[in-house]
């Protein structure tokens, strides 16, 4: 079955990078006509849509996060990444990557990294 | 922007049947998800196209739709149905969640 790995550094200081991957095994992230997500979650709150890519490179982002976020294909690897910038403490949360579809909701989740911003 | 709303918080009886809704507007020109997250997991789809089940899910998980109100409905709630609940829509090219509610078994 589809499993998806988030990977990255968890810990990051106020205006630098946040820089995640996430993983697919079980499946290719070439084919088919699938979404792949970033969501993201603060403790003890709820979820929030980060952005999405399609197969072919194509992507949309949430307007709350404006300019800061951009998502990409690592298609030889099966892989997609989420680049959000001048992070602050606002940006501290589990982020998720999950398949995303309008049909067929978010499935699978990846398990989920914890990223902190502190100075 | 788009929000969807939902109850913090719904408690039920063991066997008893929990009722989550979910309201927004143009959410009825919209399909609607759900999600379970309980503590320390990643969420788990268990509706999706307002009614539709993933393979796996219980049966007694049921979704539907009126108006600008999507439903979850746990029929014969049992302890292991206990978490966060979230819906979910995507109203053109953006994907937007609910405001999540907490199911409590007691």
């Known amino acids: 079955q589809v499993q998806l790995q988030e990977s990255g550094p968890g810990l990051l200081k106020p205006s630098q990078t946040l820089s995640l991957t996430c993983t697919v095994s079980g499946a290719s992230i070439r084919s088919g006509s699938y979404w792949w997500c970033w969501i993201r979650q603060p403790a003890g709150k709820g979820l929030e849509w980060i952005g999405r890519i399609f197969t072919t490179g194509s992507t949309n982002y949430n307007p709350s996060l404006g300019s800061r976020v951009s998502i990409s294909l690592e298609p030889s690897k099966d892989q997609f990444s989420l680049k959000l910038t001048s992070v602050t403490a606002a940006d501290t949360a589990v982020y998720y990557c999950?398949?995303?579809?309008?049909?067929?909701?978010?499935?699978?989740w990846g398990q989920g990294t914890l990223v902190t911003v502190s100075s | 922007s788009y929000e969807l709303t939902q109850p913090p918080s719904v408690s039920v009886s063991p066997g008893q049947t929990a009722i989550i809704s979910c309201s927004g507007d143009k959410l009825g020109e919209n399909y609607a998800c759900w999600y379970q997250q309980k503590p320390g997991q990643s969420p788990v789809l268990v509706i999706y196209?307002?009614?539709k089940r993933p393979s796996g899910i219980p049966d007694r998980f049921s979704g539907s739709s009126s108006g600008n109100t999507a439903t979850l409905t746990i029929r014969g709630a049992q302890s292991m149905d206990e978490g966060d609940y979230y819906c979910q829509a995507w109203f053109g090219s953006t994907g937007v969640f609910g405001s999540g509610t907490r199911v409590t078994v007691l």
């Open positions: 999950a398949r995303c579809t309008a049909m067929e909701g978010f499935d699978p």
């Open positions: 196209q307002d009614t």
